[in-house]
């Protein structure tokens, strides 16, 4: 089962309750609704469902965008997202998706669903469709501060999700650095390079930022200070971009014609950083399948993740990772 | 005077002759050219100037792009770099100019020229060109890790050089972060945004990589790591963006007259990551002043790192941020 806030995200409830509503109906799958139940019996209603159908659990508080996540998760035992993840940490659910405060969702998954066996550090990942197969960029944020063998664990997790999810046999795993040469990067990297290679994982060193949009590499691992600062930077570019050649057709009305047929590569433009273009932004390591979504999900995104987490029940995620990293301990 | 490095970059020596005679033509000064005499005698005739006329220093060797750094500098005494730096040192020269491997000059600045009194850490600053005035972000690779004074001395450099350079009054100066708020931040960001609050610079708190498109600040300090990546990742989404454009033109030839009108957008797009735009990168806290242009650079690019490094030495770039270092210290 598959627990769905449905009050987190700048669209919700409205679509969060539609893409429950679509998901159930191509899969013949039910999620767990969590929020306020008013709200969901009248959208349930609104939309053609039975309320009676479905399996909803109460939740009035909303975790706003701006609330310090740590202290909701902690002070709000009626929050949504904190509730979906006590479903999951009963056994009720198997997972969450989320797309509200990517902070409290992190929060809720580290705090209330809990770490895997054998797991020191969840990794936040972001999957970057810019290349011809997307690139798994981990840890985006999950936390600030890494030791080397939570970089060598977040490649094999990583590398675990893009097998299981993509079906790629054997993933290529580099580490985020400043050149390609081994002798760059700062302490960390370069010590969690020496593990990398002596892991059983397809390791190919250190990558520059570029990677990200080539087939050179599946998974790149980084602290997640760092990768959050990456994943900004992409997203800032990309939208910049997008609003400067915006700007250019403003200026020259004329191009407008043109412009619609290079819409789909400015789209690509918009969407190369567009990481929650795979349903969301998977929590790995925890005990139980947790999929983020971006916070301007729509019902068709919301579709996704709820796609994405019930891939992640059927391949047994939480547990490939867990024997994944008791082997590589070893 | 300016030592100019004849050798260094993908369009050297031509390009930087041409741009050397330009510049020379159009200040009436001449820079110290540095590099295999011969060739550098041959291209002065070439573009109808007297060799005679021109200081030529003779440094047959040229540090190659791919050739590490350190090692190049200590075990090279011909090649120009580090001939350009050594005409620094000895006074000769208040300036440096290369367009050659970065890390070489870098290399350079610090281990020959040296640092400027008072400064522990040298920083290579990048000008970013996305808002109405071009942000600095300072480090980008001097140093792979710092100590949180290093953070705020090379605010109080980058703020120095914005005055020097663009006339910012009162620079303001923001520190970069995984989010704006205070508790965000890695140790090293959050122990420095002590620092900065309590120095004398207009101290605006963390930011987000998006700051480095807008007009919020006008200095942003992180570790040259951090920098490092944040400016290659910057470069790696303009460019893709680019050719994501391109490859939509092709495929629809009818848009080809629409793009032309489209090419001043698409070029700010390219341009707003091209740190080199402003003449190159300024390396601050070292004993003179080093500029750093990008390998692609022509010879409007070397005319325009020649202005800036004169402007350097009329402002008395080395001995205000030696100044600004002693008070801030006090």
């Known amino acids: 089962m598959i627990a769905l806030d449905v009050m987190g995200g700048d669209r919700a409830p409205a679509a969060t309750i539609t893409g429950a509503i ?10 767990i609704l969590v929020g306020n139940l008013t709200i969901i019996h009248q959208l349930l209603d609104h939309g053609g469902e039975d309320p009676a159908a479905w399996t909803s659990v109460s939740a009035p508080v909303t975790v706003g ?30 997972a969450l998706v989320s797309m509200g405060n990517t902070g409290a969702a992190l929060a809720a998954g580290v705090i209330v669903v809990g770490r895997a066996t054998g797991v020191e550090r969840p990794g936040l990942a972001a999957l970057l469709p810019g290349g011809p197969k997307p690139t798994l960029l981990i840890d985006v944020g999950a936390n600030v501060e890494a030791r080397p063998e939570h970089l060598r664990d977040f490649g094999l997790m990583g590398a675990i999700y893009q097998q299981q999810t993509f079906g790629i046999v054997e993933p290529r795993v580099g580490i985020l650095s400043n050149g390609e040469e081994i002798t760059k990067g700062n302490p960390l990297v370069r010590d969690a390079a020496v593990l990398l290679t002596e892991s059983p994982l397809a390791f190919i060193g250190h990558v520059e ?12 691992v980084c602290d ?15 939208e910049f971009a997008f609003d400067e050649v915006r700007k250019g057709v403003r200026r020259h009305p004329y191009t407008l014609p043109g412009l619609a047929l ?18 969301g932004v998977p929590l790995l390591g925890v005990n ?15 579709v996704n993740a709820l796609n994405v987490a019930a891939n992640g029940i059927r391949s047994n995620l939480v547990n490939r990772i867990a024997e994944g990293l008791t082997t590589i301990r070893r």
Not at 70 to 81: E, F, N, Q, T, Y
Not at 209 to 220: E, S, W
Not at 224 to 238: C, D, I, M, P
């Open 262 to 279: 290079l819409y789909p590569a400015l789209r690509s433009v918009r969407q190369s950083t567009d990481y929650a273009q795979y349903g």
């Open 65 to 94: 965008m701006d609330a310090q996540p740590v202290k909701a998760i902690r002070s709000l035992p009626d929050a949504s997202i904190r509730r979906c993840a006590e479903l999951v940490k009963s056994g009720q659910a198997q």
């Open 22 to 31: 679509r998901w159930a109906r191509s899969t013949g799958s039910k999620p």
């Open 224 to 238: 997640g200070f760092t990768g959050n600062l990456v994943l900004k930077s992409l997203e800032a570019t990309a």
């Open 288 to 302: 139980g399948v947790v999929i983020i979504g971006h916070g301007r999900s729509n019902a068709v995104a919301v």
């Open 209 to 220: 930022p570029a990677v990200l949009y080539g087939d050179t590499a599946d998974v790149i």
